[in-house]
Nanobody, 128 residues
């Protein structure tokens, strides 16, 4: 059974930093594409970033470029999202997603990407 568990969320003031982690179990971790999504209350889910199995970046949302960094450590079965210069509009529940397929054209802008596995989410709250 595949499980993804996010951690590292919390409350921070604007301009601060957080590092999210997504630990995978029951999954051949290195086999495919992984991504971070977020959803704020009353808003649609938004794709934040995606990463190839080898660690190359497949996608960043324009809203986070230059501030967020996605990475993965296949030896530790863990993906990360380093978030710097946080803004109040970054406040959301953050979810990690994984798929056996390598990242490719199916990702699009992540909006309609059908990842096979999802975590339960970790809350990020940024106060101004």
């Amino acid at each position: 059974q595949v499980q993804l568990a996010e951690s590292g969320g919390g409350s921070v003031q604007a301009g601060g930093s957080l590092r999210l982690s997504c630990a995978a179990s029951g999954y051949v971790y290195s086999s495919g594409c992984m991504a971070w999504y977020r959803q704020a209350p009353g808003k649609e889910r938004e794709g934040v970033a995606a990463i190839y199995r080898g660690g190359g970046v497949a996608y960043y949302a324009d809203s986070v470029k230059g501030r967020f960094t996605i990475s993965r450590d296949n030896a530790k079965n863990t993906m990360y999202l380093q978030m710097n210069s946080l803004k109040s509009e970054d406040t959301a529940m953050y979810y990690c997603a994984a798929d056996p397929r390598e990242c490719g054209t199916w990702l699009g802008n992540l909006r309609a990407a059908n990842f096979a596995y999802w975590g339960q989410g970790t809350q990020v709250t940024v106060s101004s």
